[in-house]
Each structure stands twice: as structure tokens, then as C-alpha cells.
């Protein structure tokens, strides 16, 4: 099946970190036969404007076309302020590359376009879908119900889109019953976790940890960006704080913009992950670690309560608790293997996305019969 993948979030030659979600759902379509193309519409900015946020990082510079693992990108500029002060001014901007893309495209023409996240680039999703004659699929990480839905001047435009979707697919059930707060069809809204992408070489079982007791080194993980302030990363010190005055001799590392092997062998090394966010969609940093072999600590944010073991999760953002957290997880000796839920796996993850795919060309045809 040919797919356009429309996503706000990808790599880019600048940053190989940057929507590394999206890209792994691309290589997943394209091992089970696929054929993709992606589009990432980018802000134009000057280069300083990058530090604004982390994910904004290598897109003042990018090209406009490249490829990443072997599939094309075309990357449309569009014009956008910053906190959207003016949504119809950027939602014109989006809906003009329409044609660009089109023409980029040339003789290839998608059966389907799954848009990775709403605001601003399911404009431009739906834009193409009408031209070509297609169905397409929105995807909802956590920004867009999180933050979209309650935004003063977005929470128009976001309900909108989700609601223009012939297929609504969201990551976990929370962001589910969200879709339904806001009167998605049941028909049309499906949930697909992100599968975890850790490849063969980086998995192992988690390893008990020993040593000498609030007395030794312990090397903690915090598996995000400090800069990005819904990270909370000053929980994380607190909590490594109130460790250290116990005894332990704390190191913390932070991820930035690596490749994703890089990210799995500093999980590999490490001897505990910590997440303090204050929102989340899954996150999919608690899964890889501990596919990986390292034990997880983590706020009660996202689906880690689903499949973390009792006492890796804490229900308040309090330093003390997850400092507690920590100290049980690593006295718990992890006898017995730990395997992440099957619907993480990405057989089950591409066999819902072929289901839901193979429906959305049936029911596009059918209309087309008409």
C-alpha cells in the first residue's frame, strides 16, 4: 500500500532525536512491505529562534528535501507565531503547500495519509486527502488533547480536525477518553499504542543491582531534554538530592539529541531511569529502558501505571516518595523476568495499523461507488 505519512515531528539532519516516534512507525510499515513518503511541514525561523525549544533544534537549516533510513522527506516551509496567537493566519499558511506537495509527489499517489499529530499539519493532511480523493488517519500523541483542546485560540481549530478525521487513532486510553469527552464517534476512534523499537542487539533482562548499600555510586537516567519544562527536571534533582543525603552517591545523566543507539546504551549502563513529567503520552522512554534491563521509576503520568510493577510508580510529585521509589526498586532483586505488555510489540502495532488501514481504503472505495 502506498502511504503518505503528514507529521509536524521527524528527524532531521540537524536532529536525529526529533520525532523518533513517527519515524519508527515508518519503518515499521515499510518492513511489512509499504511503500511511504514523508511530508514535515516546518516553521520558518531564524536560526536563534531554535532555543526556544528542543524539538525546534536543526529546523532553521534544514533542507528541503532529504532522506532519512531510506525514505524520502519533503519539508514545506510554513509561517506560524509563536503561542498561535492568530490560528487562521497559520491554518492558510499550512493548507498553501498543499500544491507544493503535489507536485513534489508527482505521478505518486498515496491509498491513505496518516497525519502524526493535529495542530497545525492535519490542515494540510485534510487539504491533500480532499484533492486526491483519499482517506486519511490523525494520530494523537498528547499535545493536542493535553494542551490543544483547552487553548484559548486552539481548541477550535484542534476539535475540528479531530473530528474531520476518517480515523481518529489515539496512544493510550486516557487520551481515549478524552476522544470521547469531546464527542469522537466511537466508530471512527481506535487506540494504538506506540510499539517499542529497541532493537535485538540492545535487549536484555533487568539486572538486579548490587552493591553496598546507601553507600555506593548509583547512575540515574533522566531520559528527556532538561530544557523542555514539562519534563520537570528539577523534581528528578530534588529526588536525587534527598538520595544523596541518605548516602548514595548520585550521578545523573540527561538525553539530548543522540541517535537512538546512543540513547539505548546509556540505558544499558545505567542503574535506575527516572521520569518526572507532567505530561506524557506513553512515555516511550520507560518502555525502551526496560526492555533494555534497566528498572524504572516513575510519576504516575501517561501508562506506566498499565505495566511498571508495584512501587515503580508514584501518584504525586513528591521528591521524597520517588526517592523511596528508587530505594525500593533497586532492593527489589528482579528474580523474575520482566517482558512488557504484547500490545507494545510491534507485530501487534503494525497488524492493528494493517486492519485499520485495509478498512479506510474499503470504505474509501465503497464511498467512490457511490
Known amino acids: 500500500m502506498k502511504i503518505l505519512v503528514v507529521s509536524l515531528l521527524y528527524p532531521l539532519p540537524g536532529n536525529v532525536a526529533r520525532g523518533t516516534f513517527v519515524a519508527d512507525h515508518v519503518q515499521a510499515l515499510i518492513k511489512d512491505g509499504h511503500e511511504v513518503r514523508v511530508v514535515n511541514p516546518l516553521p520558518r525561523m531564524m536560526r536563534y529562534q531554535e532555543a526556544r525549544r528542543s524539538t525546534l533544534t536543526g529546523t532553521a537549516r534544514a533542507p528541503r528535501e532529504f532522506d532519512h533510513g531510506g525514505v524520502a522527506v519533503f519539508t514545506p516551509r510554513f509561517t506560524a507565531l509563536p503561542e498561535h496567537p492568530w490560528p487562521n493566519f497559520t491554518a492558510q ?76 487513532v489515539v496512544v493510550s486510553q486516557r487520551l481515549f477518553d478524552i ?62 538530592e534527598i538520595l544523596e543525603q541518605r548516602g548514595w552517591i548520585v550521578g545523573m545523566t540527561t538525553l539530548k539529541i543522540q541517535p537512538r543507539s546512543i540513547v539505548w546504551d546509556r540505558m544499558l549502563v545505567a542503574d535506575l ?78 497488524q492493528q495499523w494493517n486492519q485499520l488501514l485495509a478498512e479506510l481504503v474499503e470504505e474509501n472505495q465503497t464511498t467512490a461507488r457511490l
Open 93 to 168: 499558511s499550512v493548507r498553501r503547500k498543499a500544491k507544493k506537495v503535489e507536485s513534489w509527489l508527482g505521478d505518486w499517489k498515496p491509498e491513505v495519509i496518516i497525519c502524526h499529530t493535529l495542530w497545525p499539519v492535519a490542515i494540510l493532511a485534510e487539504t491533500l486527502a480532499k484533492r486526491l480523493k483519499v482517506p486519511w488517519a490523525g494520530v494523537v500523541h498528547g499535545y493536542d488533547f493535553d494542551v490543544g483542546i483547552n487553548h484559548p485560540t486552539l481548541a477550535k481549530t484542534t476539535k475540528h480536525s479531530a473530528h474531520q478525521a476518517n480515523r481518529l
Open 179 to 240: 476522544a470521547r469527552g469531546i464527542d469522537i464517534a466511537t466508530e471512527k476512534l481506535t487506540m494504538i499504542p506506540c510499539h517499542c523499537a529497541v532493537e535485538d542487539e540492545w535487549l536484555q533482562p533487568i539486572k538486579p543491582w548490587k552493591g553496598r548499600w546507601r553507600k555506593d555510586r548509583i547512575d540515574i537516567l533522566f531520559p528527556s531534554d532538561p530544557r523542555r519544562p514539562e519534563k520537570n527536571h528539577l523534581l528528578a534533582l530534588q529526588a536525587g
Open 273 to 350: 531511569t527516572l521520569i518526572t513529567s507532567k505530561r506524557e503520552s506513553g512515555p516511550l522512554v520507560a518502555r525502551e529502558s526496560m526492555a533494555c534491563g534497566t528498572p524504572v521509576v516513575s510519576v504516575n503520568v501517561g501508562d506506566v501505571a498499565t505495566y511498571l510493577p508495584e512501587g515503580c510508580v508514584v501518584d504525586s510529585y513528591d521528591a521524597t516518595l520517588l526517592a523511596d521509589a528508587c530505594e525500593k526498586t533497586l532492593k527489589h532483586q528482579w528474580v523474575e523476568n520482566f517482558t512488557l505488555p504484547q500490545h507494545f510489540s510491534e507485530e501487534a502495532f503494525v
